[in-house]
């Protein structure tokens, strides 16, 4: 069965540091991985997605995720927090039932940037 | 350019009131999906319809309907609201049912006493 665990409820960066959210996945085949951002009383946005390509995955806004097989994670980073990135993060595992693709959604973790 | 349209985006409701969730998209996606969002536990899948006239139950189909208006409108209907269904309900689509990424609305937060 395919799972997402988010390992951090919440992270607190300051302003122009690094951003690190982990994930780790559980599938029992070669998985279609993603990362969705929501902001506060939105819906959610399409970050990035790994779908068996390059294992180092771009997305908008200067993140990125890499694809770790032999760890089962897909930890999702940016070079230097900015103050519009405080919002909920979701790793997204996809998951084949009847022949269709549903989304698996880990619990989220929540960023906040400080000044 | 507005993507995947949700009304209302606020409700309240008493016990026992019934309620329809309306959505619309205007990419012509084949897919539409109805989740629940709830505190510590990400989205969960309610309904799906892989393509107009078709709607199958996903993880938590219980006390809700849906109907696939058209290609453009999935909506979503509470029978008999239960205050466990107070959440945040999110409409999503997608060109085909094998296709990814999903295009989320903004949501509707439901209440309901």
């Known amino acids: 069965a395919q799972s997402v665990t988010q390992l951090d409820s919440h992270v607190s960066v300051s302003e122009g540091t690094p951003v690190l959210l982990r994930c780790n996945y559980s599938s029992s085949y070669s998985p279609s991985l993603f990362w969705y951002v929501q902001h506060p009383n939105k819906g959610l946005q399409l970050l990035l997605k790994?779908?068996?390509?390059?294992?180092l995955v771009k997305g908008i806004n200067g993140f990125e995720a890499e694809f770790k097989k032999s760890e089962t994670s897909f930890h999702l980073t940016k070079p230097s927090a900015h103050m519009s990135d405080a919002a909920e993060y979701f790793c997204v595992v996809n998951m084949f039932s009847g022949g269709y693709n549903k989304l698996i959604f880990g619990a989220g973790t929540r960023l906040a940037v400080h000044p | 350019n507005a993507g995947v349209t949700q009304t209302p985006k606020f409700q309240v409701l008493k016990t026992g009131q019934s309620m329809t969730l309306q959505c619309a998209q205007d990419m012509n996606h084949n897919s539409m999906y109805w989740y629940r969002q709830d505190p510590g536990m990400g989205l969960r899948l309610i309904y799906y319809?892989?393509?107009?006239?078709?709607?199958d139950k996903g993880e938590v189909p219980n006390g809700y309907n849906v109907s696939r208006l058209n290609k453009r409108e999935f909506s979503l209907r509470l029978e008999s609201a239960a205050p466990s269904q107070t959440s945040v309900y999110f409409c999503?689509?997608?060109?085909?049912?094998?296709?990814?990424?999903?295009?989320f609305g903004d949501g509707t937060r439901l209440s309901i006493l």
């Open positions: 319809s892989a393509s107009e006239g078709t709607t």
């Open positions: 999503a689509s997608s060109e085909g049912r094998e296709t990814q990424p999903q295009h």
């Open positions: 790994y779908t068996s390509a390059a294992t």
